[in-house]
């Protein structure tokens, strides 16, 4: 067994003008790109890659549909084209299912280089080193580990303020937890190197929510593709996807996402509700139960600005369905990362807590 650790981390270009930077950082792998995507996403991002492409050395020689759902079925179906089969390089474009539909293809069936164009910011799956899989039929399959990230991530602001600001909105939520999931999960722990960075770093994915959240969602109402909305952008692609990378999964995630997985036994939260927005919720959740009351003052006036859930009403859910919920919560393996027991009345006086303070 040899006796090394290797960390990759994700390297980034950010702006309105980013895609002018592709022929700079892509010309070491060749000349023929390979475009992959959404319907949408390749229409956003035709314009603006051909403009910055014109008279460089890189030409995409096609723009390929990843199929719409992020399966194995796809990626088999996306690297068995022609033209895929010809680049050098492939350009991942769109939201997270066309991105690990192109991870997988790219780093896992075909072993080509791979750039990611993220055009929305609501994941970090432009930057991660994972693909999350589903089956054709949209159930969940498994997570495939790409070994690194894509070679760069350019992200066109411009293009992520054009897009539904939805995207912008649940990324916040589910960047939110980040922090403070880490935080609990390595407290009191002897943690590697690389785990201990990344913890630190975690703090960047709450401050920066609080201090321009507001500000990008109003950014991106508007298609304008400002500093808040930069920052925001930064957030929820890079620094969620560098101290995933770091931190690994038994820091990764706890009490926030074990109450979203609960939650969403419920079918009318599981049908009406997207995954960060439920986070953001279970996030103060997370903090009550914690005794993190400060940390409640300082996130409650973001949530109140930008309407993100802060009682179980806004999340269509009443007292007496919790008993199914709060069972599941305590039941995934991610509950088991906390450093001490959480246990059901835990949870349940949290919740009740949380309801009160909406009422202040
Ligand atoms: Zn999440």
Avoid at 276 to 291: K, M, N, P, Q, R
Wanted: charged share 20%; proline share 4%; glycine share 8%.
């Amino acid at each position: 067994m040899s006796n090394f650790i290797s960390q990759f981390l994700p390297c980034y270009t950010v702006g309105p003008d980013a895609y002018e930077n592709v022929p700079n950082i892509c010309r070491r792998f060749g000349t023929k790109a390979v475009a992959v995507g959404g319907h949408r996403a390749l229409a956003a991002a035709k314009p603006e890659l051909e403009k910055a492409l014109a008279g460089s050395d890189i030409k995409i020689i096609d723009y390929i549909w990843y199929g719409g759902e992020a399966s194995i079925e796809n990626s088999e179906m996306v690297a068995g084209t022609d033209s895929y089969k010809e680049a050098d390089m492939i350009f991942a474009v769109g939201g997270g299912k066309a991105l690990d539909t192109c991870k997988y293809a790219a780093m896992i069936l075909s072993k080509k280089p791979i750039f990611t164009f993220p055009t929305i910011a609501a994941t970090c799956a432009p930057a991660s080193a994972e693909a999350i899989m589903y089956y054709p039929n949209g159930v969940a399959r498994d997570t495939y580990q790409c070994g690194r990230p894509a070679e760069h991530i350019f992200i066109n602001t411009k293009i992520i303020a054009e897009a539904p600001d939805l995207y912008l909105w649940a990324g916040i939520g589910d960047t939110m937890a980040k922090h403070f999931e880490t935080e609990l999960a390595a407290r009191g722990k002897e943690v590697t190197y690389k785990q201990a960075l990344g913890v630190e770093i975690g703090t960047m994915c709450y401050k920066p929510l609080v201090k321009y959240g507001a500000q990008a969602i109003d950014e991106c109402k508007a298609n304008k593709a400002g500093n808040d909305l930069e920052q925001i952008a930064l957030t929820n692609i890079i620094t969620t996807g560098t101290v995933s990378a770091l931190v690994g999964v038994t820091i990764n995630s706890n009490v926030a996402h074990s109450l979203c997985y609960g939650l969403t036994v419920l079918p009318q939260v599981e049908k009406n509700h997207l995954h960060g927005e439920i986070v953001s919720y279970c996030t103060l959740v997370l903090l009550f139960a914690d005794g993190q009351d400060d940390k409640v003052d300082e996130l409650f006036p973001l949530y109140k600005a930008i309407h993100l859930p802060t009682k179980l009403a806004d999340l269509e859910v009443k007292t007496d369905e919790l008993g199914p919920v709060i069972e599941k919560a305590l039941s995934v393996d991610d509950i088991k990362f906390v450093p001490y027991k959480v246990t059901a009345k835990q949870l349940m006086d949290a919740i009740v807590k949380l309801e009160n303070y909406n009422n202040k």
